[in-house]
């Protein structure tokens, strides 16, 4: 629910792409104004911008003696309210959320948002920063191609408490709306309801800027002579975009291969389970994020899960060795290819993580991810001219799981032709890349 707030209002300040919104709120108040963050060389192609947080402020890697010669100021830039009144099957699209709603085709929903303001905090530099290259945290990324490190400058936070409330019913069909309930009102339907507050002063987008750093000449010459070997590897036969982006995916996967039948049910049990709640997917990418780098994560990062599916996330994050030193045999060799797969299922629209719940309820998992196979190659392959048109063999139900798939994903199929047939869109690159890697880790699982 977090995470498609802070998305939703991040298309709604947006105007030029700049923003990057929050994830997840365990991790929300690590990018504040100058805190520094790094980026990792995407590992697929098209991938969303992600910026991984890290334990250390700017002045943590000051010259000595260095004061800080800027100062962070601040400007409203958004105050919203709005009362919605829709019918049953209706959607409605607020700055907010977009919310689906089916009660039998009987009753009448509203909505209102109370107002909600929200404030930039943005860093105004009066000089140049000092950075010491020989501070421990630094020079792990002197020589590193991979790896950058940048310096929040902008951060967009709530001024007052907004509360996010979530409704589920019997049909699966999901609502997230922010603010105050007005009612609900359905028929032969059950509604379950959910609530999270997100504090006062949380961040819910950003802004980063690359730190400067003025190396020695030294390191400069390290540097040289890594862009040379890069330049080098450009002399080998290049893959073409589709092989590239599979051999990317079987790699980060491959060691869910190797795991006994019975962890990999466990596994995708754990991952089904988890497929209900988009911000539990968030966390746990979160927290395995800053394991990775060498971080301590705390069970506090937990606090604002759902109390039914945070056992489970506790439970994983043993199994991995995250919080305990008894960890799984196999756990760090897990922690790479959970990470992923919570990465790819992150950058999904919501919508398409119940459609993968039926895909594993249903024993779908292997033939959509053998459809996304030829899918996947046509967007990654092909140009504006092309199309795709959906296999005639497949069934009703499948062909309908495909087509809400691939409308999440940015193809809408052209009206004049009598079968699913989708004209080629630049934009759907990244989703369908995302929704691949997401199956082909769902499939190892599946067995």
Known sequence: MFARAAKQ????????????????????NSYRPFALVMKEQSRLPWQPRK???TSYKLTDVFKEGTTMDAEVQYDDVLQYSETTDWQVGGEVSLPFQITEVDVGGSGKSSFSVSQISVRKAYVVEKGQWKIDTSHKFIKEFSGSRRRKLYVVTEAFEIKEPL??????QGGGKVMITAGEIG??????????????????????????????????EILCARECSFVFDGFKDLLKPSLTAFQEAKDTIKGECEPLMSLSQDFRIKLLGTFKSFLQDGDVISDVKTVLELFLAGGQPKHSMLDSLDEILRPQVENLLHD?????????????????????LCSSLEDLDFRVLPLLVTCIEKNMVAKQLALMDGILEWILSSDKESIFSLASSLTEEEKNITAEMMDTCGLIPQTDRPSLTYPWN?????????LYAALYALRILSG
């Open 163 to 168: 509360l996010i409330e979530k409704m589920s």
């Open 9 to 28: 209002l991040t298309k709604e300040l947006d105007s030029d792409g700049r923003l990057i919104p929050i994830s997840s709120l365990a991790s929300a």
């Open 183 to 216: 009612r609900i009102q359905g028929r032969g339907k059950s509604i379950k309801n959910k609530t999270m507050m997100i504090p006062k002063d949380t961040v819910l987008a950003y802004v980063v800027q690359p730190l400067d750093i003025q190396y020695e």
């Open 426 to 434: 630049k934009e759907a690159k990244s989703n369908l890349t995302a």
């Open 51 to 53: 910026y991984l947080a």
């Open 320 to 340: 991995l060795g995250v919080f305990c030193e008894d960890q799984r045999e196999e756990a760090s060799s897990l922690l790479q290819p959970v990470h992923f």
